[in-house]
C-alpha cells in the first residue's frame, strides 16, 4: 500500500472506533437531536407569532435550526479529541505502523455523518410543523453541499479546540461559542431588525451568510452573493480549523 492509501484505511479504522464509541452512548447524537427540536417548537410554537419575517415562520427559522443543530453535535466531539491526546491513545500509536493523522480525520469524518444524521431528523420534524421548501433539485444538492462545508468548517475548529484544551472538561466547553453564534446572527429574526452593535455584528459573522445562503436554496430564491460569501467563509474557517489541529498536534504528539 502507497502512503495515501494506507493512511485512508487507518482513517476508515478510527472511523469505526469512533462509531462503536456513538453506539456505545447514543446520548451524544440524542442531545445533538433533543436540544433543536425544543429550540424549533419554541421559537415557533411559541415565539414565532411574535416575529414578522415575511413568510411562513417556519420556513424562515428552519435554515438557522439545521445550522443550531451542527453546533449542538460538537461538544462530545471536542472531548473523545481531548482524551484521545491525554489518556495515552496517541502515545500507543507512536510504535505503530499507524497515521496518526488519521486519528483526527477521522473525528472530521465522523462528526459529518453524525451531523447529517441529526440534520435529517430535524429536516423531518420540521416537515411535520409545516416546512414546505420550494427548492429544486439543484437548489436541494446546493443546500446540501453548504451544509457539508460547514460542518467541515466546524469540524476542523472543534478538532483544533479539543487538542488545545489542558482537560477533557475545557474541551466541552471550547465548543459553547459555537452553539451561540447562531442565535447573534439571522438564524430567527432578520438582522436588520436588530439593534445598533448586534446588528452589525450579525451581518458580518459567518454564521449569517451560511444561513442566508441556505435559506435562498432552500426557498428556491439562491443569492450567488451570499453563497460566495458563506463559501469563503467555509473554505477559510476550514483551512484555519486543520492548520490549527495540525499544528497543536504535531506539538503535543
Request: aromatic share 10%; hydrophobic share 55%; proline share 5%.
Amino acid at each position: 500500500m502507497n502512503v495515501i492509501s494506507a493512511s485512508l484505511a487507518d482513517s476508515a479504522t478510527m472511523v469505526r472506533r469512533n462509531f462503536r464509541h456513538t453506539m456505545r452512548n447514543p446520548l451524544t447524537l440524542f442531545n445533538s437531536i433533543v436540544v433543536p427540536i425544543f429550540v424549533m417548537f419554541l421559537m415557533v410554537y411559541v415565539l414565532g407569532g411574535a416575529f414578522d419575517v415575511g413568510t411562513d415562520y417556519v420556513d424562515y427559522a428552519t435554515p438557522g435550526l439545521i445550522i443550531l443543530t451542527i453546533g449542538y453535535g460538537i461538544g462530545p466531539t471536542a472531548t473523545a479529541v481531548n482524551s484521545d491526546m491525554t489518556t495515552g491513545f496517541i502515545n500507543r500509536l507512536r510504535v505503530m505502523d499507524v497515521s496518526r493523522a488519521a486519528v483526527l480525520n477521522a473525528h472530521v469524518f465522523a462528526i459529518i455523518l453524525r451531523t447529517l444524521v441529526a440534520i435529517a431528523i430535524i429536516i423531518g420534524v420540521a416537515l411535520l410543523m409545516g416546512f414546505r421548501p420550494s427548492a429544486s433539485f439543484p437548489e436541494w444538492l446546493g443546500a446540501i453541499g453548504i451544509i457539508v462545508l460547514t460542518v467541515l468548517a466546524i469540524g476542523w475548529l472543534t478538532v483544533a479546540s479539543g487538542l488545545a484544551a489542558k482537560t477533557p472538561e475545557n474541551a466541552g466547553l471550547a465548543g459553547v461559542p459555537l452553539m451561540l453564534l447562531p442565535f447573534l446572527s439571522s438564524a430567527f429574526v432578520p438582522a436588520d431588525t436588530m439593534g445598533p452593535g448586534a446588528r452589525q455584528f450579525a451581518e458580518y459573522q459567518p454564521f449569517t451568510s451560511i444561513i442566508e445562503t441556505l435559506r435562498g436554496l432552500l426557498t428556491g430564491t439562491p443569492s450567488a452573493g451570499s453563497a460566495i460569501t458563506a463559501i469563503a467563509w467555509c473554505v477559510g474557517l476550514s483551512l484555519a480549523g486543520y492548520l490549527w489541529a495540525r499544528a497543536t498536534f504535531t506539538k503535543r504528539a
